[in-house]
T-cell receptor, first 113, second 116 residues
């Protein structure tokens, strides 16, 4: 059973608008969450992270929100740009489990000019 | 330039023919890991290594072997590949000290294996 789920396999958004990517998890031991971005023929690259002691972390156009009670996190991209078109993976880790990363299935984002 | 290098990038081979995918990192990272990516399943960990001569199973280790004789290298070995090992493989590394344990992993560009 997948402990980290991204229920939307794809998302299409107009350039300049907000992209919202969602991620749900089931393991209450997870205490650190990351988003990775992946272009075709390249490896995933780190985008932004959040510790479970926070509920929001912002880095430029990217903001991650964490709702621990709902076991839900989301990534907001504002404004969306064509270069943001990629696959985004949500990942979670638990210090008690040696910080092993557990990934969601990914969401493919297409930003239309 | 800090990087994780995987070779080969693409390989088509046949069932039962042993193969090795090499992984090398130049960041002096203690922790290295192998993942496979399959549609809808994201990345699943195959094996990981906390340091030289220390390796452990991930979530999907069956059919794979690894070794960590040197800090920079972490090869993935398929002794007798089968078609269900057709996948996209990624190697990754990060520091493993306690203070760095939440440092994000750096990934290689992937190796696409097709086992016929």
């Amino acid at each position: 059973d997948q402990q980290v789920k991204q229920n939307s396999p794809s998302l299409s958004v107009q350039e300049g608008r907000i992209s919202i990517l969602n991620c749900d998890y089931t393991n209450s031991m997870f205490d650190y969450f990351l988003w990775y971005k992946k272009y075709p023929a390249e490896g995933p690259t780190f985008l932004i992270s959040i510790s479970s002691i926070k509920d929001k972390n912002e880095d430029g156009r990217f903001t991650v929100f964490l709702n621990k009670s709902a076991k839900h996190l989301s990534l907001h991209i504002v404004p969306s740009q064509p270069g943001d078109s990629a696959v985004y993976f949500c990942a979670a880790s638990a210090r008690a489990a040696g910080n092993k990363l557990t990934f969601g299935g990914g969401t493919r984002v297409l930003v239309k000019p | 330039e800090a990087q994780v290098t995987q070779n080969p990038r693409y390989l088509i081979t046949v069932t039962g023919k042993k193969l090795t995918v090499t992984c090398s990192q130049n960041m002096n990272h203690e922790y290295m890991s192998w993942y496979r990516q399959d549609p809808g399943l994201g990345l699943r960990q195959i094996y990981y290594s906390m340091n030289v001569e220390v390796t452990d199973k991930g979530d999907v280790p069956e059919g794979y072997k690894v070794s960590r004789k040197e800090k920079r290298n972490f090869p993935l070995i398929l002794e007798s590949p089968s078609p269900n090992q057709t996948s996209l493989y990624f190697c990754a590394s990060r520091p493993a000290h306690r203070s760095d344990s939440n440092q994000p992993q750096h990934f290689g560009d992937g190796t696409r294996l097709s086992i016929l």
